[in-house]
């Protein structure tokens, strides 16, 4: 690992008694633990951030009735191609 920092937490006992469990069923030391903790937390900030991004972008373009009846017949004729039984 790159150049690390030490830090001092406090945490509720409860959280502390599920971090355990979790990290001793997962074999991680406490530090990657929360290294792990830590890096989902802000791969999900990311996630809301660009699907809010998104979101966005559709509102302020919709699609026109031209391409969402473009991508109905579309997906109608990839849907008769399968074998449906």
Known sequence: ???????????????????????????????????R????????????LQVSEYVEGYRAQPETEEEIATAEAEASELFSREPWE
């Open 37 to 48: 903790a830590v890096r989902l937390l802000f791969q999900e900030k990311e996630h809301m």
């Open 1 to 35: 690992m790159a150049q690390s920092a030490k830090i001092a937490i406090s945490l509720p006992k409860s959280l502390v008694r599920l971090m355990e469990r979790e990290r001793k069923r997962t074999g991680e030391t406490r530090s990657a633990f929360v290294r």
